[in-house]
Each structure stands twice: as C-alpha cells, then as structure tokens.
C-alpha cells in the first residue's frame, strides 16, 4: 500500500466533500452538521497547507490548516484540520498527513498547531499525541449536538524550529 500525499487541487473537491461528510455522520468529529459550499470551505483553509492523501488514484484522506486569529501576533498559529476516509482508518494515513503537515506548516511559519478534538474521539487525540502534540486541557461542554452536550481536548504542538 503505497500512500502518495500531494497538494489539495480543487478537484479533489468531491472526494474530500465525500470524507468530511462521513465525519459528520459520526457526530464526533466536528460540530458542523453539512458539507458548506466550496467557495465556503475555501475561504476557511490556508492555501499552502492543504495536502490529500492518495490510494490507487483515490484521495483517501485530506489534512489542512485554518489560522486560529487574523491578528498579525498570531500569524504563526493555526489550527489543525484532519479526516481520513472510513473505509481506511487503521492504516497509519491520518500519521501521514498530519507529519506532512506539520513540516508543511513548519516550512510556511507556524511555529504553533492547535487541535481541539471531541473527547470520545480517542484515535484521533492518541494520533496527535505520537505526532508531537500535548493536551493543554478539555473545553467541557463546549458545545452541543444534537441535544447532547461535548467536550473538547485541546491539544497544540510546539515547533522546535522557531524556540
């Protein structure tokens, strides 16, 4: 199995739709509860951050960046966005695309990745924790879905290359 992690063009649109959508149905991979518009998503996600992983010519999982503020003293400072087709979790992709991003990001200037993942989702905040973050603690009932009430880890990653 041979993964090939290259840069997000817009039309891989639809299998990423595709995989954000099935993290959706989870209910505990993100509070969104609809796959917004491309133009919507777009205007979201930093442009030099946004890899796809693929799997005999199918992106199978996708990982992208969002800036956490848009004041100039947090230019450096993103947030983590990660999903992998369900059909392959399991099979190390997520490890993939989140170590390529992070030397992505380190590449483009962020010396600081957050990531604030429902506490259910222990494969998620267990993949993060090999990939250098740390929980910095749990936003309790952050938010609810559903009629259900969710708390979130927030982890975040220090670069080394910016001390």
């Not at 133009?39 to 796809?52: A, G, L, P, Q």
């Not at 695309?97 to 989702?121: M, P, Y």
């Amino acid at each position: 199995m041979e993964i090939v992690v290259r840069p997000f063009v817009k039309q891989d649109w639809s299998s990423v739709s595709r995989i954000y959508a099935d993290g959706i149905a989870t209910g505990i991979a993100t509070f969104e509860t609809e796959v917004p518009n491309f133009e919507t998503w777009n205007k979201k996600y930093i442009e030099s951050c946004r890899i796809v992983a693929i799997l005999e010519k199918e992106v199978v999982g996708f990982a992208l960046l969002s800036l956490v503020s848009k004041r100039y003293v947090y230019r450096g400072v993103a947030e983590v966005t990660l999903y992998v087709n369900k059909d392959h979790h399991g099979n190390g992709i997520g490890k993939i695309l989140l170590e390529e991003l992070i030397k992505q990001s380190e590449a483009n200037g962020f010396w600081s990745l957050h990531a604030s993942i429902f506490s259910e989702n222990i494969v998620s905040i267990n993949l993060h924790k090999k990939c250098g973050f740390r929980v910095v603690g749990v936003k309790e009932r952050i938010g609810q879905l559903y009629g259900k009430w969710h708390d979130n880890h927030f982890l975040e990653r220090r670069s080394k290359k910016f001390n």
